[in-house]
């Protein structure tokens, strides 16, 4: 079961219907009767628009259908507005319009625009990929998995030579978490049986008279040995948490990108958090959010990743489902730029139970290696992603009997090209179902989600970039037996669809999968933010980017208006936002090779609803930087106090930036 990528559930293929001309008259007796009935429910139903889920008239706002799993936002503003049958089918949706333009939520604290992601524009740079097949030579080894006893045996399609050598976590000290180590080559012969102390290896088997030997690497997930003659039981069992995650996609990205799997999951009961708005620039706060609740400057104080165990010290939510009895994994691809290794120390030991890295570490060293985009794309005989969902699949299926907390998370197929999720778009699809078959779904809530959209690029400079880079995906599904249990978790997440989320309100959704049973009033709420709270609960329609605790620079609620870029007082704060970049990098330690900035080119500045504050875009040399920022005016000072973390910058800086060895200063040198 290893090598996950020969044993996916394939996708349905759709077969074109075959008309009968001797059945058109049947075909008409039916069509005729459903429209009647129809007519009939439609008359019932109209004194009654609650009834049939359609809103009252508005002269302020029409509504247009759409096909998804939840119930119309706007009608359902408070948890008494509907009462809820506890039914799970896909409905019939509204999408929020007011004067003509769409929204993902539409109420009075936030209008969050809803671009459209198949515009002209849009079209015109994105470029469809097919999925890349990385060795069409036939498999020498297929690892065999014993779903009876969680076993696996190395099976030699050939009459071949083979050896494995082990791979092993090898760092210690500041190297803890970069660096691994290969036992030497064992021989073996058919069928072996892998020991449980290897959990993961690369191969190497050699046909007779040939000297070219075929590499391939694979993981092995082990039962725990307090779990092998003692497996939970499944009435004691809490539901299974598996968080299953890819880097900078946007909602919109993903219809475009991913049709698939976007079809798929609004046609599998998957509820969608169209609201969900980031909460810091880039993926390690967005995912300390969720996975510690901090904010980033609380997450730097007080886990300290530029230490050694740092990280080991900080109160993941992992080690929360841990200390329930939980089985706890992590792995994540593209070893360079990983959450928790990029500029960081990164886990002195091993954070979860099963840990993807040292694999990682292993594969990109020793295998060949293929990018696209800059990005290793092919390791050896598979795309660099499936090693890590090959695993996630892996881990749930030989934990299905018992409780796992287990997060997969990859990078190298949509980081540096908006267009590359295209290729894994049916593959996505197959993992889950592929899930689904393995029973893994009847017991696991999954989310589905990314942590921020295009921060650059070509995507990121339309006029739609500034929401596209803020409001990454979300899908959220749960067990049927909760569905049953906790009906009104359910209807909150339906009428949550449209309302206003960020990263905190997962991470204590998170806590409150641990305690169901637990008061709303009794939850913890996230240190980063004392007012959000779990999407289990009703967010209040009238929310606000501050109290969901997101900083203005990051918030797509505020409609924007244009300045033109000649006015004087666009010139000045374009010129003293220059200058706040400048004493910010002159005042770190690390960054003194940094060349003072200077104003290039001012390309936008738009003023955020009725406020002083304004967005503006401008470049800066040299290395024509491009920066996005969020000041605000002070008419009587005619200045602008510039709060540093809410800059942004919009093009590629990697490789650009070696002058600092500051990791804050490295977007701005």
Known sequence: ??????????????????????????????????????????????????????????????????????????????????????E?????????????????????????????????????????????????????????????????????NENSTCCFKQILRAGSSTNADHQYKLRPCVEFQQDLLVPTEVTAMITYCRPPFDKVSQKDAFSFVHPRKDRINNPTSLHKRRPSVLLWGIDSISRMTLELTMPRMFEYLNSQHWFELQGYNKMGDNTFPNLMAILTGFNKTYANARCHPDKVRGLDACPFIWKDFKDKGYTTAFAEDWSKFSTFDYSSRGFFNPPTDVYGRPLVLAVEKELRMTQQGQMPYCLGRRPASEYIYDLGVQFTKVNRNSSFFGMFWTNTFSHNDF??????????????????????????????????????????????????????????????????KYPKLLRNLQVNRNRLASPYDIHATLRHILELDTPKDKLPRPEGCSTCHSVFEEVDWSRNCSQAGIEEHWCTCDSLSEVSTTDSRARSMS?????????????????????????????????????????????????????????EWDTSARRIPVQMPSISRLNIYAGKSGCSSVKETRKYC
């Open 575 to 631: 010129t003293q936002l220059v200058e706040s970049i400048n004493k910010y990098v002159a005042s770190k330690k690390g960054a003194e090779r940094c060349r003072r900035l200077k104003l290039s080119r001012i390309f936008s500045v738009q003023k955020r609803g009725n406020s002083n504050r304004y967005l503006i875009q401008l470049s800066v040399q040299p290395g024509d930087a491009l920066f996005e920022a969020t000041v």
């Open 88 to 156: 799970w089918r896909t409905e019939t949706l509204y999408a929020l319009e007011s004067n003509g333009k769409k929204y993902f939520v539409n109420s009075p604290q936030c209008q969050m625009g809803h671009p459209n992601p198949f515009a002209s524009n849009i079209q015109h740079i994105y470029k469809k990929h097919s999925y890349i097949v990385c060795d069409k030579s036939p498999d020498m080894i297929t690892v065999i998995f014993n779903q009876t006893d969680s076993t696996y045996r190395l099976h030699k």
């Open 419 to 484: 267009s590359m999720p295209s290729a894994m778009d049916e593959r996505m699809v197959k993992y889950m179902r592929t899930l689904d078959k393995n029973g893994i779904m009847d017991n696991t809530i999954i989310i589905f989600f990314s942590d921020h959209g295009a921060r650059f690029g070509p995507l990121r400079k339309l006029d739609s970039g500034f929401v596209e880079e803020r409001l990454p995906f979300i899908y959220i599904r749960v067990p049927r037996w909760i569905r049953e």
């Open 1 to 86: 079961m290893a090598n996950i990528k020969y044993e996916l559930v394939p996708n349905e293929e759709r077969e074109p219907s075959e008309t009968k001309p001797s059945n058109w008259i049947v075909k008409i007796f039916f069509l005729s009767l459903v429209l009647l009935t129809l007519a009939i429910y439609t008359l019932s139903s109209a004194d009654n628009p609650l009834k049939s889920g359609v809103a009252p008239d508005s002269s302020t706002e029409d509504q247009t259908e759409i096909s998804t799993t939840a119930n119309m936002d706007r009608v359902l503003k408070s948890s008494t507005s509907l009462p809820f049958t506890g």
